[in-house]
């Protein structure tokens, strides 16, 4: 007797294994949209910290030591805070940023003397040979946090830049 037809279960088999080979063309495009949305996110967060950091250009170690006092490190923790913060300069803060994105401003006192040696001894005869003398600077760090895609981690974005007198 000849057979004239595949059988059920041969059908069967022939689909399983062709699901099987698209499989990784189906998650080739799941994760290519997923990689689109975390790119979209960490440029958005790059030009969010890109605005303060350029912002940030304009002002001067003195400005900062007036509202941050005696603190060596001065933490901003929300817009709010940095608004506050800026107006106490006498400048506008940058606008703020949109949900899901969160800003954070560090400004940290930085010495700039050199401290190599046992207690800094020579690092202070280096500066005193060469006429070195430190320059009251900030070092000033902004973080932007986003969301990554199908977790509930951050991923964020940090520029650093100075300012000094």
């Given at each position: 007797?000849?057979?004239?037809?595949?059988?059920?279960?041969?059908?069967?088999?022939?689909?399983?294994?062709a699901?099987?080979?698209?499989?990784?063309?189906y998650?080739?495009f799941?994760?290519?949209?997923?990689?689109?949305?975390n790119?979209?996110?960490?440029?958005t967060?790059?030009?969010?910290?890109?605005?303060?950091?350029?912002?940030?250009?304009?002002?001067?170690?003195?400005q900062?030591?007036?509202?941050?006092?005696?603190?060596?490190?001065?933490?901003?923790?929300?817009?709010?805070?940095?608004?506050?913060?800026?107006?106490?300069?006498?400048m506008?803060?940058?606008?703020?940023?949109?949900?899901?994105?969160?800003?954070?401003?560090?400004?940290?006192?930085?010495?700039?003397?050199?401290?190599?040696?046992?207690a800094?001894?020579?690092?202070?005869?280096?500066?005193?040979?060469?006429r070195?003398?430190?320059v009251?600077?900030?070092?000033?760090?902004?973080?932007?946090?986003?969301?990554?895609?199908?977790?509930?981690?951050?991923?964020?974005?940090?520029?650093?830049?100075?300012?000094?007198d």
């Amino acid at each position: 007797m000849q057979r004239q037809a595949f059988s059920m279960l041969e059908i069967l088999i022939a689909l399983i294994i062709a699901a099987v080979a698209f499989l990784p063309i189906y998650n080739l495009f799941r994760f290519g949209s997923q990689g689109a949305v975390n790119n979209i996110y960490e440029v958005t967060a790059s030009n969010y910290a890109a605005d303060l950091i350029n912002f940030t250009r304009d002002i001067k170690a003195h400005q900062i030591k007036t509202v941050a006092g005696n603190s060596n490190k001065v933490t901003l923790t929300s817009d709010e805070q940095i608004a506050t913060f800026f107006s106490r300069i006498g400048m506008t803060a940058p606008p703020p940023v949109k949900e899901p994105f969160s800003r954070r401003l560090e400004l940290e006192k930085f010495s700039g003397r050199d401290v190599t040696g046992p207690a800094g001894i020579i690092g202070w005869l280096s500066d005193l040979i060469n006429r070195r003398r430190s320059v009251p600077n900030y070092l000033i760090c902004v973080k932007v946090e986003f969301p990554k895609m199908n977790t509930t981690e951050k991923d964020d974005v940090t520029l650093f830049s100075m300012a000094m007198d």
